[in-house]
């Protein structure tokens, strides 16, 4: 059994930052992607950032710029470092760890709202 545990989510005014952390345990024997997802309400979940094991990452071109995801491989734990928030930052964010063989897993999400 997989568990996947995100953190840092908040309240922030525009332009302020936040970390997010994310922290995969259980039976895993390999981690190839850690990515974070969000979704804001009444939209469909869209990526927002993500690493490969040998380092790759991929942005959202709406946050390229403002955040940078990170893994400690060690650890199997990846964050999100986000700055510069605007309001249409606000969502639930997920984290998703695939493995390199199986399907991935979700976390239960953490609240990000961006308001004055």
């Known amino acids: 059994q997989v568990q996947v545990v995100e953190s840092g989510g908040g309240l922030v005014q525009p332009g302020g930052s936040l970390r997010l952390s994310c922290a995969a345990s259980g039976r895993l024997f390999s981690i190839f992607r850690m990515g974070w997802y969000r979704q804001a309400p009444g939209k469909q979940r869209e990526m927002v950032a993500s690493i490969t094991n040998a380092d790759i990452t991929s942005y959202a071109e709406s946050v390229k710029g403002r955040f940078t995801i990170s893994r400690d491989n060690a650890r199997n734990v990846v964050y999100l470092q986000m700055n510069g928030l605007k309001s249409e930052d606000t969502a639930v964010y997920y984290c998703?760890?695939?493995?390199?063989?199986?399907?991935?897993?979700w976390g239960q999400g953490t609240q990000v709202t961006v308001s004055s």
């Open positions: 998703k760890i695939t493995p390199s063989i199986g399907t991935g897993y």
